[in-house]
Each structure stands twice: as C-alpha cells, then as structure tokens.
C-alpha cells in the first residue's frame, strides 16, 4: 500500500517592510517571512483537488495587510495574529509563521538620531516562529547570525588522539563563532521586546564572563543561564560553528607571534549544536 505522509505547505521569502511615520522620529521594520500550513489537504496531492487549498498568494497578502494593523509591537505578537488568522480555515489543523527580522539604526547627525535615515545594523538577526493549532499556540524567539569572539579564556584539550590527529591541544585560543540561539516560552502572553533584550543580554554577558574548556561547555553555561534567569523560557537550542583563527607562523621573517596575528577562516568548520532544557525533576 502507498499512502501519503506528512507533507505541509506555504510561501517562504516574503520580503515586507513597515514604515511607522511618527511625528517624533521615523520606526523602520524589514521582515523577511515565511508562512506554512499542515492539514486537510491529503487531496491536491493524490487526486489533484484544489478545492481546500489555500492559495500561497493569499498567504503573501494576508502578511502584507496584517502589517499594517498588527505589526506595531513585537514580531512575535504579529506572527501570532497572522497564525491565528489562517486557524480560520477548517481545513488547517496548523499553522506556521517564521518571521526573521533585519537590523536597521537611526544615523546619528550631530550626536541625535536622525528622524528619517537609517544604517543597516549587523548584531544578527531577530527571529521568530508562532505555530498555532486547535490546542495552543507556541512561541519560539531568538537570534541568528550573531558573530562574537573570545580572544583569551577559551581552550580546548584533553580530547583522544590517533593517528589522523594533527591539532594542537591549547589552554588559550582565540574563539569565534557566528552564533544561532532560540528559545522557546512556556506561555504566548509575554511583553516579547523586553524579554528578547533581557535574554539577548544574558546570553551575551554570560558569553563574555565565563571561562570556556570547549565549545560544547560554552553552550551549556550560556544555555543554563538563560533558563536559571528567565523564567519564561522552556528551552534553549544552540548552534556555534567555529570561525577558526590560526596563529600565523612569522618565524621565517624573525619574529615571535605571541597570540597577536591570525589567519582568519571559515572553511572547514566545527559545528557544535545543543538543546537545554528543563527537565522533570
């Protein structure tokens, strides 16, 4: 027998920008988002009925037009009205909306922010996913992209060794990463912009503060911090890809290169990945 698995469906990539006209100063907000639906829709791929099929454009204009009455706070609480929304249709038991949001900053002109010119930013990116079924809603928030760096107080040693080991244990290495964290609420109804920055800036502080033996512990101590200080959040996930830096040998021109000049690189790379959560106990 063949049958049909899971399958779901959406319009990805839809570029939208909101542009809040205040009197006091221009607010700018570019969103790149993605809307997928599961359910009742076994039909359009067995038979090819079309009859339950929610047309991806429509999907395109419905988070065009909610931006204008639902996109003046958080993403989050946009993509829980735009989720909801599509809860409407009775043949949608779930529905899915991945927002990523891109930096942009007032240009200071004679030290004030400048009301209607704006710098693109590059401290990551905002993101955030609403699903929505008949049971629930669910938020996940985070960020991607965010490039930092430890130039002491990382190691790495200890770890087996044979034949094909060529890399150099080391109590101090330079470490960076283009770090992607998400995490999940255990309720939909929060003040989403304060908590972002709340644990935006304990993932970043702890970052700075701690001393790293690997990758692997750096994620667990970020991660269980967070938890440990955010009690609104259920779950971390984290994603740290080595940017590799490699002292550069300057014996040959007579010098001594003492953690002062590296080699930058980005290919190959590690990539270490982590879920922390709470658990039952």
Partial sequence: MIELGANRYGKAAIRLVRVHRDP?????????????????FAAAHTDGDNSLVVATDTMKNTAYAFAKDHLDGALEDYGRALAEHFLEF????????????????????????????????????????????????????GVEDLVVMKTTRSAFSGFPRDRYTTLAETDDRLMATKLTAIWRYGAPDLDFDDTFL??????????????????????????????????????????????????????????????EVYVATTEPHGLIEATVRRGDG
């Fill in 24 to 40: 006091d100063g221009h607010r700018l907000r570019d969103l790149t988002v993605a809307v997928a639906l599961e359910g009742d």
């Fill in 90 to 141: 009775e043949q949608v038991d779930r529905a899915t909306v991945n927002i990523r949001g891109h930096q942009w900053r007032a240009i200071e002109v004679g030290g004030s922010p400048a009301p209607d010119a704006f710098v693109r930013g590059g401290e990551g990116t905002r993101v955030a996913t609403v699903s929505a079924d008949r049971g629930g809603t669910t938020v996940e928030a």
């Fill in 198 to 259: 709340a644990v935006r800036t304990t993932l970043l502080e702890v970052l700075a503060d701690h001393d790293s033996p690997s990758v692997q512990t750096s994620i667990w101590i970020m991660a269980k911090a967070i938890l440990e200080r955010h009690d609104e959040v259920e779950e971390v996930r984290m994603v740290l890809p080595n940017l590799h830096h490699w002292q550069v040998d300057l014996a040959p021109f007579g010098l001594t290169n003492d953690g």
